[in-house]
Structures are given as C-alpha cells and as structure tokens.
C-alpha cells in the first residue's frame, strides 16, 4: 500500500522526525481555515500518488488564507499522472537553504535495507540518478541494524556542518524505526530540508508498505484510502485472494501463485496479455471461485476469461460447482475457457457439460483458445 505524503508524515511524526504542522483538505474553504489556524505561511499539495507533484503545478505556496483558497481551488481542479487530486496537504511551509535526498528501500537482491543519500535533493534527483548516480551514495543496512555512529559517519559524508549531520543521523535512525517495524518496502524523505537557520526537516514523505505484512498491522487500515482502490482490489483483499491488476485483456483465475505465473508467461508466449494475476489458492471452496469471478469481471478490459486449474488438493469438481453456481447468479458477457486436469476431473467435466461448458486439459489448447476468443471480441 503506497500512502499518502499527510499519511507518511503522519507516520513520521509518530516517530519522532521533524515535520511542519498541517492538515488535510478537500475543499478549497477547509484550506482556507487550515491557513488561517497555522497563522504563516504555507504551502499546498496535492495529495496523490505519483512524484513530481512540484513539476506538476501540483505544490504551492500561499501567503494569506485567501490565496491558500485560490491555490488549494486550483490544485484540486488538477490530474497528476492520470489521477485527479482529491485533496491537498495545507502545511506551514519552511525557508529553504538547502534540498538533501535520503531513503531507505528494500533491497530485495541484497536481501538488506538500503540507505540512500544525496546532496542533490529535491525535484530533480531521477535526473540526478540518471546522469550523475555517483552522488546518490548508497549503503546497505546490515542484520545487525542501523547503529548511531554509522548513521553519523555516512551524514558526515554528505553534510558539511556538524550540527546539520548530527541532526541528519537522528533522523536517518529514526527512519529506519519506521523502516522496520512499519514493514516498509520504502521511506522517503525528499526533500530532505535544511532551513536558513540551520534547521532539518522531512518536507516530503514517501511511504510504501509491504501488503504482505498487513496482518501484523491493525493500523494500516486507518491509512487506506477506497478512492485508491478499485472495486476488484477491494474485494480481493476482504476475500483474502492474492489479486494483482495487469493492463491486458485477458482474466486469469488459477489455483497455485506458480501456475499462475506460468499461465501468464503462457498467454505472453502466445501473443495475448493477461489481465490480471489471481491466485485463489490452493483450498477449493467454490466461494473463492464465485469471488474471483466478481473480481475479474470488474476489470471492463477483460475481454475473456481462462481458468486454469490443476487439482491436487484443490478439487476439481469445487471449482466446476462454483463457476456453475457463480454463472447462474450472474451470467458472464465475455467468452470463459476453462483447463482443468487433476482430482475428481472427471466428476469436473460432468458438471460443467451438463451446465453446457467444455474443458479442456491442456494449458497450450486453453491458453491459445481464450486468445483468440479475446481476438474475436475485440475484432
Ligand atoms: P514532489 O515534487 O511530488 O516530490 O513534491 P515535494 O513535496 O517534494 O515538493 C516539491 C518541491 O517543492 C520541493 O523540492 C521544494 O523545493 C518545494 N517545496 C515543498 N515544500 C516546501 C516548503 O515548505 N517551502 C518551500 N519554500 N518550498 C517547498
Ligand atoms: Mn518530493
């Protein structure tokens, strides 16, 4: 789940880092009374999940609160990226002397948290890391943790006031509290600023969480946003089914996340593009058919539907009894294929052909059929 920057800063103040005050609004005249309650000035941003919100139009500063209405008006009136702005962050807004870039992300290679640090921070660090990557310093944090004089010497590296480095260190160790027991896959402070006076502070926030960790976190659900999620995303997570959305045309419902990677390299090798990744498991309830059903039929660019199910413990028979219950509750408007080999097949086939659907064993046939099913909807 990726948040939002009053989100993450949310979370950054519960750990101590040092963030400006400020609120979140949806309507240009909460904006305005926020500016009014912070009583300086401040600066308005758009609350969506994509970077470059600066270059985007999509950051302001006000003076008054009358202008914090006019800008918030016009930052709401904005898409960024594709995703229109819900709302803004009106927070008191900093002088600033200086833009430093520090992160920590998954290193899912290493299998090590990586720190990175740059004194080219600020809107332009993608160009940075594009042309000039040696001043992004990178570190990885070992099993043994993040220690105070290791945070010290890598600021010392970077900043060259002592104060600022010491200031810098606390922070970088207080993001990495956040890192570890937030389940991060990435904290991001960009800006990460030093005022005239000498002051540091996390302008910015970027904060993703790992999904697979939200067992453990009673909290995250506060953070969700249901204007981020679609309605497939929705139900795949109160189903509990492992759904990931792709930009093709095909809906693929598998038992098994192996098989269901290799059903997509498949439908790639062929020349189709899936629609989608879900996993309904390898229990056979007939439910988690019916659901998976919902969820790919949200998705208005499915033009077909494969299944592809290989029965060891899941049976084969569960899954026709509820692609036959699901259908009759609400019969599909695209063409469905359906593969299924392994226990109770047989018994499978019976129902579904009594239902008036086929099946068929092979992966190769089912796959290369949806295909040109898909091809024929589209055509
Ligand atoms: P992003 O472009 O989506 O990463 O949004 P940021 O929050 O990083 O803001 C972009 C840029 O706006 C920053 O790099 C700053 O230069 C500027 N900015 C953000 N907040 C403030 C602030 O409080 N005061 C000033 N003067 N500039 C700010
Ligand atoms: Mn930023």
Same mark, same amino acid.
């Given at each position: ?14 750990? $101590? #880092? %040092? *963030?400006?005050?400020?609120? =979140? &609004?949806?309507?240009? +005249?909460? !904006?305005?009374?926020?500016?009014? /309650? @912070? ?42 990226? $594709? #995703? %229109? *702005?819900?709302?803004?962050? =009106? &927070?008191?807004?900093? +002088?600033? !002397?200086?833009?430093?870039?520090? /992160? @920590? ?55 060259? +006031? ?218």
């Amino acid at each position: 789940m990726n948040l939002h920057e009053y989100q993450g800063k949310e979370l950054f103040a519960r750990y $101590g #880092l %040092p *963030v400006l005050p400020g609120q =979140v &609004a949806e309507t240009p +005249d909460e !904006a305005r009374q926020i500016a009014a /309650s @912070i009583g300086s000035l401040v600066v308005i941003k758009a609350q969506v999940q994509a970077g470059g919100r600066g270059k985007a139009g999509g950051v302001k500063l006000a003076a008054s609160p009358d202008e914090a209405y006019e800008k918030a008006r016009d930052i709401l009136a904005l898409t960024i990226k $594709g #995703l %229109p *702005v819900r709302k803004v962050l =009106v &927070a008191q807004a900093a +002088d600033i !002397a200086k833009e430093y870039y520090l /992160s @920590i992300v998954m290193d899912r290679e290493k299998k090590l948290p990586l720190i990175m640090l740059s004194a080219e921070g600020g809107v332009e660090i993608e160009e940075v890391a594009r042309v000039a990557p040696e001043k992004i310093l990178k570190q990885h944090i070992g099993l043994e943790g993040l220690r105070p004089y290791q945070a010290r010497e890598l600021m010392m590296k970077v900043f060259t +006031d002592f104060k600022q480095a010491a200031q810098a260190a606390d922070i970088l160790l207080k993001l990495y509290n956040v890192f570890m027991d937030g389940d991060c896959s990435l904290a991001e402070i960009n800006p990460l600023a030093v005022t005239p006076e000498g002051r540091v502070i996390a302008l910015d926030a970027k904060v993703v969480l790992d999904d697979n960790a939200d067992y453990r976190h009673r909290d995250w659900e506060h953070f969700r946003d249901p204007a981020e999620e679609t309605p497939g995303q929705r139900l795949a997570r109160e189903r509990g089914l492992s759904y990931v959305k792709l930009d093709g045309d095909i809906g693929c419902i598998v038992n098994g996340a192996g098989l269901a990677m290799a059903t997509m390299d498949l439908i790639k090798h062929y020349g189709g593009e899936p629609a989608n990744f879900l996993d309904i498991g390898g229990s056979s309830n007939p439910e988690k058919v019916t659901a998976a059903l919902k969820i790919i039929t949200t998705d208005s660019h499915v033009r077909a539907i494969l299944f592809n199910i290989f029965g060891g413990i899941t049976r084969c028979d569960d899954v026709a009894n509820g692609i036959v219950t699901s259908l009759t509750e609400s019969p599909l408007t695209v063409p469905l294929v359906i593969r299924l080999t392994g226990t109770n097949e047989v018994k499978a086939r019976q129902i579904l052909s009594d239902f008036g659907l086929g099946a068929t064993t092979s992966m190769d046939e089912a796959v290369q059929m949806v295909i040109a099913k898909a091809q024929e909807v589209t055509a």
